[in-house]
């Protein structure tokens, strides 16, 4: 079946790709590996020239690209440019702190010489997803990039030419065929990720998806790192900054319409402000401006699918039938395209789907806590275990319970985020490995111990 693009703001067909034949498929594998033997010759220092001629490309399209992402998946173009941005940003860090990374590491042993090689793996197979068509990609691309590798990108159905542009972007800033494009459906992949030219796999996708390539991995004896899904606590004590941490909560619930693994979802307020933080935390959603999502003013614009938008209506509406009181939005408008408005459930309590599940929408649960222990608690009960954020004046108390936090990040007074600098990832149905910092590099190389006498 062709891979077709559906604009989310009116529901209209944009275009569409075919899918990649069996024999293309194995000609792209073939070239992808042919490329990892020539790449991993090339000398770190002229790797690192490569991705910054990438990010230089990635800087001067930032605009089509945005309004690409705007088309395809309803982002706002003022993200859709930042995201392209910080995939340079990603590119030029990696250039520029990665050639120390891979020096060769010393070994205190009696041999005349002793140390420990970092060598790329090969072929890494990158599953990616619709929510950051860019940025998922260059996230580990960055870096496996850097250390050697190549990659299979097979994009997500809905956003083909969002996959296609990564293959023309490389080209025109000069690259080798480092990223190559795989149009193949589901059902393709196990054999992909079963082909001794593959080394290694990544994905960023729902818990399920994670389970599904995690045991394929296994079966074949690859190495996977897997980002899954996200239901991230935000704790607001009675210390806080209740104007900042409802601002930023707002644009951390709302930012790339709510379709993020690390947005805030469950927010956890301690009593005694919880009144006050919840009007100021209402009034900051709704000033989100909603419209089209190439419009500069916009900052919530559609979601991405309509069996998304259908998706979290169903949980609202389900919370609201066991107790949730809703406080904001929560009505699917009658109109062409995948509009949802921002919405605030108050009164949320464990059994309820906002509450429960991942929430991949604009939509944020709200419920009232007695203790910072209590919010602690609450935020650990959840399967889930990407980031957190904590609201606190007290930042020696904030670091204090950053460590009890089950996840892969905590941000205390900031919105949770992903960055170049600092490892990401999650623990339990949030999946394991890292991506990004120093971590993120040596996910996918080879850690080869060398004795000489």
Not at 25 to 35: D, E, L
Not at 213 to 235: F, N, T, Y
Not at 286 to 312: F, V, Y
């Amino acid at each position: 079946m062709p891979f077709v693009a559906i604009n989310p703001e009116n529901g209209q067909r944009l275009g569409e790709l075919p899918p990649h034949a069996p024999g293309e498929v194995q000609a792209r594998i073939t070239a992808a590996h042919a490329a990892s033997r020539a790449w991993r010759q090339v000398s770190v220092a002229e790797r690192a020239d490569t991705l910054r001629a990438i990010a230089d490309r990635l800087d001067a399209q930032a605009e089509p690209l945005a309004r690409l992402m705007a088309d395809e998946m309803g982002k706002p173009l003022t993200q859709g440019v930042g995201e392209a941005k910080k995939c340079a940003w990603a590119c030029r860090y990696y250039a520029e702190h990665a050639p120390g990374w891979l020096e060769p590491e010393a070994a205190p042993t009696e041999a005349l010489r002793s140390y420990t090689r970092r060598d790329p793996m090969g072929v890494i197979l990158a599953i990616m997803p619709w929510n950051f068509p860019f940025w998922q990609v260059f996230r580990f691309a960055s870096a496996a990039l850097m250390a050697g590798n190549t990659a299979l990108i097979k994009h997500a159905p809905n956003t083909p030419f969002c996959g296609e542009a990564i293959e023309t972007l490389l080209r025109e800033a000069g690259a080798p065929p480092l990223l190559i494009n795989l149009r193949v459906e589901v059902d393709e992949v196990g054999g992909i990720i079963a082909d001794d030219r593959v080394a290694a796999v990544t994905l960023t996708g729902s818990t399920a998806a994670g389970q599904a390539v995690g045991a394929l991995a296994a079966r074949h004896l690859k190495r996977a790192v897997l980002e899954l899904g996200g239901s991230d606590p935000c704790i607001i004590l009675a210390d806080a900054d209740l104007d900042r941490a409802a601002a930023v909560a707002a644009s951390s619930r709302l930012l790339n319409n709510g379709q993020s693994c690390i947005a805030a979802k469950r927010f956890l307020v301690e009593r005694a402000v919880a009144e006050d933080f919840t009007e100021r935390f209402a009034a900051a959603l709704a000033s989100h401006t909603q419209g089209a999502p190439r419009a500069p003013e916009t900052k919530l614009g559609p979601m991405a699918r309509l069996d998304l938008r259908d998706a979290i209506h169903r949980q609202v509406l389900a919370s609201v039938a066991e107790g949730a009181v809703l406080r904001l939005g929560g009505v699917s408008p009658d109109r062409p395209g995948f509009w949802y408005p921002a919405t605030l459930l108050t009164h949320c309590q464990d059994g309820m789907p906002a509450w429960d599940e991942e929430t991949f929408g604009p939509v944020a649960a709200l419920r009232i806590v007695d203790s910072a222990e209590e919010a602690v608690e609450l935020a650990n009960r959840s399967p889930y275990g990407l980031g957190a954020a904590l609201w606190t004046a007290d930042r020696d108390r904030a670091e204090a319970l950053a460590g009890r936090l089950e996840c892969g990040a905590v941000f205390v007074n900031e919105l949770v985020k992903s960055d170049p600098r600092l490892p990401f990832g999650g623990v339990k149905r949030s999946g394991y490995g890292r991506e990004l910092g120093q971590l993120g590099l040596y996910e996918f190389v080879n850690h080869k111990g060398v004795w000489v006498s």
